[in-house]
Structures are given as structure tokens and as C-alpha cells.
């Protein structure tokens, strides 16, 4: 029988170890929070009335607070064409984190067919410290065409 290679587990639980430190967020206090790695995006299913999605001409997503506009059709317009043919769009993304604040930031989804502003709504964007949460907002907006 072939005696394992300490080598190898010494190297691998060092790996390790190093994804774990390197995945955790300091806070103000100094307290160690364990993020994992994934990449969160809230979105917005946008439908009809029969439950069809709804393919908006343009949308936007703007700070409240400051006016800021966040455009993630422009950021990614591939991703964008994915989401939109299926009548979702992205709120807010891990990306946007330091617009936020622990307590919520609040935020207007507008969307358009043609150059009629057919949805707007609100929404309060929050985070953990590792990743975006959606304090409140619709997750599915209806709208009669």
C-alpha cells in the first residue's frame, strides 16, 4: 500500500486555507465575516397579463439619492439580450455593493416601451457585507400592453 504524499495535503490545505482568508470581509470592528464567491444579481421579471414576457425597449436603474443611472444594458449587451428576451432585467448586481449601505439604499427601476415610461417601480437595496440583498421591491411586475 502506497503511503499518501503529506506533500500534496500540506500544499492543498494551504490552498486552502488561503481561499477561505481571502474570501472574508473585515467590518468597522474588526470582526472577520466569511463571504462566499459566487456573484448575486437581483433582478426583475417584467410580464403580461397572460404571463408572457415583456420585451422593453430600454430601461434603467437609478440611485435615488444621488440621480446615478446604472445602465446594465450598456455594461454587458450580451448578457442584456439574454435577460430581455426572457422579460428579465437586472436591479442591482454584487458589482454595485458600494452604492449600497447595510441598511438598504433605495433605487428606481424605469422601463420603456417606445418612448412611453411604462414601469416604475422602487426598490431598497441592501448588503451583508459580501453580497447585495433586496430589502424590498417587486420580484415580478405586470403590465397591460
Known sequence: MKKPDIKKYAALLFIAGLAVMFS???????DMTVCTTEYRMIMVSVRDS??????????FVKKTSTGEILDFAKEDPFADSIYRSRGMYIICTDGKMGMTSANGTEFEFHGFLG????????YVIGHD?????????????????
Open 50 to 59: 397572460l404571463a408572457n414576457p415583456v420585451i422593453l425597449g430600454n430601461y
Open 129 to 145: 457585507r459580501c453580497h447585495i440583498q433586496m430589502i424590498s421591491g417587486k420580484k415580478e411586475i405586470v403590465i397591460s400592453k
Open 115 to 122: 418612448t412611453a415610461e411604462t414601469v416604475n417601480e422602487k
Open 24 to 30: 472574508c470581509m473585515k467590518d468597522s470592528t474588526g
